[in-house]
């Protein structure tokens, strides 16, 4: 059974940063890639950062410049720092993860339940 947990949303003032974390369990083969969504009520999910197991990283042009993604291959964790919030940044932020499983070798898609990050004064 896969997993992933979050952890690290919550109300911030606009400037401010935060770090969210995403830890992902299961019988993995291999995680390729993991990364992170945000949904503001009403809107489409949208993309927001990725992270490819061989280092390479993409970035929303929106958060481009103050978010960073890293990710701990060793605990199966992917992180965001956010920098600079804006109230825009107001949103359920998911993670997501592309990884094949020991019992097959075939890739799925799974994701976290979501934390809220609020940005305002």
């Known amino acids: 059974q896969v997993q992933l947990v979050e952890s690290g949303g919550g109300l911030v003032q606009p400037g401010g940063s935060l770090r969210l974390s995403c830890t992902a369990s299961?019988?993995?083969?291999?995680?390729?890639?993991m990364g992170w969504y945000r949904q503001i009520p009403g809107r489409q999910r949208e993309f927001v950062a990725t992270a490819y197991s061989g280092g390479n990283v993409e970035y929303a042009d929106s958060v481009k410049d103050r978010f960073t993604i890293s990710r701990n291959n060793a605990k199966n964790t992917v992180y965001l720092q956010m920098n600079s919030l804006e109230p825009e940044d107001t949103a359920v932020y998911y993670c997501?993860?592309?990884?094949?499983?020991?019992?097959?070798?075939?890739?799925?898609?799974?994701w976290g339940q979501g934390t809220q990050v609020t940005v305002s004064s």
């Open positions: 299961g019988n993995f083969l291999e995680i390729y890639i």
């Open positions: 997501y993860i592309d990884a094949a499983l020991r019992h097959d070798g075939n890739i799925y898609n799974y």
